[in-house]
């Protein structure tokens, strides 16, 4: 029931952005008051490169920094590692950028190069997957981990008869972002679900091979998997592609968070019926606009600091510098169709 609200409120959230976007069409107005004498230059860190998820909300901080006649640039290692990360923030602190907008492989190794870079006087965002708070002024988070968690579990328990053995394919073993939704997703099975039984939890470091290597593995270790939940985008889609072509296809469930674009084909043909995500390009826009507002010195990042996002409107900081961009949204059949990314 209550899913069925939160679904309702976010269909609402995401036709209320729509509808902003549009209204906001041809004004710059908002948000764009920055004068601050700032170096507005802001370089994009994703965990890596080749992730549709992370072209998409890079895109939409180029679009925000464009807005607001900054400097944008994205940069990025193949690998989704905190170490290939590293290098990448010593350049930006040794560049002198403005803000360096990240989403961390690890939520402490790469602490060190962004104090170092934070020292130089970049200011530091996190978004998407969280360092430790202490590493980074604000932190750009896509929706509650309690709500991404449970909007998960709901998905399976409603695809399995909320019984039998399921497993996670995750991205990277030390990746904040998946890590913090696990232990939550754990919990909530373990309150809510006592027939669900999670067999194993693999990792397919977000990338596509290992990811589909992991599914096939899964699926030989565990005879008797119901289903599995991937909170990886790249994670569900190659595990679709494997189960597409599977005898589990229709037999396995799968479900977790994915892009539209990616899982339009598997929920075409039957491999996946419903999946969850956010908005990434509201996330990439939101972090810069974050972004922005630091190196104007409008926030701190303190809590009840406030701040304009463009056409997103006004954000406020909340506890360990946190910002919230809103719910989780559910991709179902029906509504696939009324995405593009
Ligand atoms: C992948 C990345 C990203 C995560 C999404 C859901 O693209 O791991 O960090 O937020 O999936």
Redesign the pocket.
Known sequence: MKFINRRTAALTALALTASLALTACGSDDEGDSGNGGGDASVTFLP?NLG?P??DTSDAGGKKAVEEFGGKFEEVGPDTATPDAQVPFINTAAQQGVGALVV?ANDPKAICDALGEASDAGVKIVTF??DTEADCRDIYVN?ASSEGIAKAQVDLIAKQIGDAGEIAILS?AAN?T??NAWIELMKAELEANHPNIKLVDTVYGD?DDQTSFDKTAALLQSHPNLKGIVS????GIAAAARYLSTSKSKGKVALTG?GTPNQMREYVKNGTVTEFA?WNPEDLGYLAAFAAKALIDGDIEGKKGDTFEAGKLGEYTVGDKGEVLLGEPFVFTAENIDDFDF
């Not at 909170?231 to 790249?234: D, F, K, Q, Y």
């Open positions: 965990k992730n998820y992370f989403s998407d997957s896509q991205a990746a972002n998946q977000d909170p990886t985008t790249v968070l995500l």
